[in-house]
């Protein structure tokens, strides 16, 4: 590639990059730091209530009293996208590995059906959750057939939520998992075996160990839309516990707050890129060990 | 040979790849101590079989017994018996330490001692100053040495190993077919060592079994394998020989007499001949004698091609219609040289030449 190229030619991405990415951060950070317009949007200023808002209220006398009720929506965000992102990497390990024992053909065809799911909306596929899910729907059906009387109500539970972000990020999971196990040599895996090591140890020491970057990359990819996640909450959570995404679209819909919402994507934004950093460095280590 | 035990049992094993059959029935034994070697062309089921002793294939009809038990059905992970693969499977995330010391904690040994044999397992291979490295950081020989000694160190029953050889550059596969031969007394294991290479099997083996087509063709020490074929596909397989078709006039115990186009009824040992017909008379270039070194009953040839190699010299010759491979070791004078064109007697020790069924 000649120099010119290199940098003439790299200007589409570039602007690209600057229209959809840099500016509306930039332009999220000003907001968040902008003052609340008496009818909703906001003005430009440089104030920092927004972000004081997180941690603490103003109470009667203008005094400020702290109040953790953001921060628990924040660990509870976190604390759901783990679960979400542990339940897919569970479940993912072993549906990529069976795949990848599957002839060429069958695992060209399998590896479309995972991906098939994002060929519909994601409206459609919470929704679809939420007949399955809901008032004599599928899960009830099942529950009352194997003899259960009282059907205690999927719907709007902790579960449902953590169903519908499973169902909805697993496909980030198996696909970068798949490309991990795929490459291994399965001469590895009998020489596990060879060596009187049983499944679970051929497993734990040589199959998680050698695949561990797609692990890693596949919990990455769930766990970070996990965080920002809007509908699994709002439709199959009933919106009874607040999380993250649906804090940020509140402030900026019904309580017209845009400066506290902009802050809240901050925080959020600075989380993502807390992962992100984290794993660089794993990542860095890793080469270095392996140098 | 006296009377030992079998390490190994492969009783009436046949091996299915859906309407493919890749093993036919296969009956042998292994004994115990031995240096076994599988030898076949490629294809004829030889990783197949190493495969269902180990566990990773199970045997479609048939029983494997190892040392009096029958295995058939335990896993492989239960099974006394370790492989070297073919190219090496060493665990790469693990160091030389840790990929020997795998097994050991598998089998639950503590830490001293696996500490004491995964030390003691990387001097008996001369490795012992890389026991930190990664396999990535190791030549192929090296890497071959570790392979062996991660296999060794259990102290499996039966020790497998599919063609470890032949990922190595020519001069290594020398010195690494002395050094087996020398793990192999010095542990006392049983070894079953898979090749197709028959200069390796025929080297290295205390007795050869000769696949060929999902069969076992024969089985016996290199030299009896060698001198001494039981089938044409043996006889051919196995170093170079000359085949002449034939007709058996009669047959006598162990020995037939037959006629073939060379035009002398020649009376050699027999196997596969039922009675008087078509069969092949076997005879190795290296048997056949020109002109003084012209054995029994002799007639006259000509020289048509002369290939020189130093010890020998390889000539074809033909002799009543039919042409014959002759290989002769070079005299220490250059008298007596033959040239394409001569006239030669030719002839040989009916002793030496096998009569072979069709
Ligand atoms: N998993 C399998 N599915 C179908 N056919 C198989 C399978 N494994 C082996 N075969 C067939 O069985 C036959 C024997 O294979 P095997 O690998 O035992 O040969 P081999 O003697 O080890 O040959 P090579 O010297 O080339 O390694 C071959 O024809 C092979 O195509
Ligand atoms: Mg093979």
Same mark, same amino acid.
């Given at each position: ?46 104030? &920092? ?16 009293? *702290? ?9 509870? !965000? ?10 897919? &990497? ?27 799911? *994002? ?26 057939? *194997? ?9 709007? !539970? ?64 769930? *766990? ?46 600075? &989380?993502?890129? &807390? ?8 990542? !860095? ?7 | ?19 493919? #059959? ?9 004994? =115990? ?20 002793i180990a566990g990773f294939e199970s045997? /479609? ?10 295995? /058939? ?81 259990? @102290? ?11 990922a190595l550059d020519l001069k290594l ?40 087509? @999902? ?30 078709? @034939? ?24 196997? @596969? ?39 020998? #010299? ?17 005299? =220490?004078?250059r008298q007596g040289r033959l040239d ?19």
């Open positions: 590639m000649s120099k010119g190229f290199r940098i003439w030619g790299l200007v589409p991405a570039w602007a690209l990059m600057l229209l959809t990415l840099i500016l509306p951060i930039f332009i999220v950070a000003g907001v968040s730091v902008g003052e609340r317009g008496a009818y909703g949007g906001f003005e430009w200023s440089f104030d &920092l209530t927004a972000y004081r808002q997180i941690l603490f209220t103003l109470g009667w006398t203008d005094e400020l009293e *702290f109040d953790p009720k953001y921060l628990i929506i924040i660990a509870r !965000t976190l604390g759901y996208a783990a679960g979400a992102t542990a339940i897919s &990497l569970l479940l993912a390990l072993p549906v990529a590995y069976w795949i990848s024992l599957q002839s060429a053909r069958d695992k060209a065809l399998l590896i479309y059906l995972v991906t098939l799911p *994002f060929w519909v909306s994601m409206i459609v596929r919470v929704y679809a959750w939420l007949i399955i899910l809901g008032n004599d729907g599928m899960a009830e059906t099942v529950y009352r057939f *194997f003899g259960g009387s009282d059907v205690p109500g999927f719907l709007f !539970t902790p579960g449902a939520m953590l169903v519908g972000m499973v169902y909805s990020y697993i496909p980030l999971m198996i696909l970068p998992v798949y490309a991990a196990v795929e490459k291994l040599d399965p001469a590895l895996i009998e020489a596990s075996h060879d060596l009187y090591g049983s499944r679970w140890t051929a497993l734990r020491r040589v199959i998680i160990p050698l695949a561990s970057p797609g692990l890693v990359g596949g919990s990455i990819l769930v *766990f970070v839309p996990c965080l920002g996640t809007v509908l699994e909450p709002m439709l199959l959570g009933g919106g009874r516990q607040l999380m993250m995404g649906t804090l940020i679209q509140n402030q900026f819909g019904g309580a017209r707050d845009w400066p506290f919402g902009a802050a809240i994507a901050m925080v959020l934004l600075v &989380l993502v890129v &807390l992962v992100l950093i984290l794993n660089a460095r794993r990542a !860095t280590r890793q080469l270095e060990v392996q140098a | 040979m006296q009377k030992r035990l079998s390490a190994i049992e492969i009783i009436g094993v046949s091996k299915q790849f859906g309407d493919f #059959t890749a093993l036919h029935q296969v009956d042998f034994r292994i004994l =115990q101590n031995e240096f076994f070697t599988l030898l076949g062309p490629s294809g004829c089921g030889k990783t197949t079989l190493l495969r269902m045997p /479609s009809r048939g029983t494997i017994l190892l040392n009096g038990k029958d295995i /058939s059905d335990s896993p492989a992970h239960k099974r006394r018996v370790n492989t070297v693969f073919q190219n090496y499977a060493l665990f790469p995330h693990m160091t030389l330490s840790q990929n020997i010391a795998f097994g050991l904690e598998n089998l639950g040994w503590e830490r001293g001692k696996i500490r004491a044999r995964v030390g003691e397992m990387l001097e008996m291979v001369h490795m012992s100053q890389f026991a930190a490295r990664k396999p990535d950081q190791l030549s192929g020989g090296q890497r071959q040495r570790i392979a062996l000694a991660r296999a060794l160190a259990p @102290g499996p029953e039966v020790l497998l190993l599919d063609e470890p050889l032949s596969r020398q010195s690494m077919r002395d050094e087996l031969r020398r793990l192999q007394r010095e542990t006392g294991i049983t070894f079953v060592f898979v090749t197709h290479d028959q200069e390796e099997a025929l080297d290295m083996s205390d007795r050869i079994a000769v696949m060929g087509n @999902g069969h076992v063709q024969q089985i016996g020490a290199p030299d009896e394998i060698y001198e001494a074929p039981q089938n044409r596909f043996v006889a051919d397989f196995i170093g170079e020989t000359n085949f002449l078709d @034939g007709e058996v006039v009669s047959v006598e115990g162990g020995h037939a007499t037959i006629r073939t186009a060379l035009g002398i009824d020649i009376t050699a040992a027999q196997s @596969g001949v039922q009675g008087p017909g078509p069969a092949v008379l076997s005879i190795r270039p290296e048997k056949i004698g020109l002109d003084a070194r012209a054995e029994g009953e002799t007639r006259s040839g000509r020289i048509v091609s002369r290939n020189y190699m130093g010890g020998f #010299t390889h000539y074809t010759v033909e002799a009543g219609g039919v042409s014959l491979r002759v290989s002769q070791r070079n005299a =220490q004078s394409v064109g001569d006239e030669v007697r030719l002839g040989f020790a009916a002793e030496n030449a096998r009569v072979l069924g069709q």
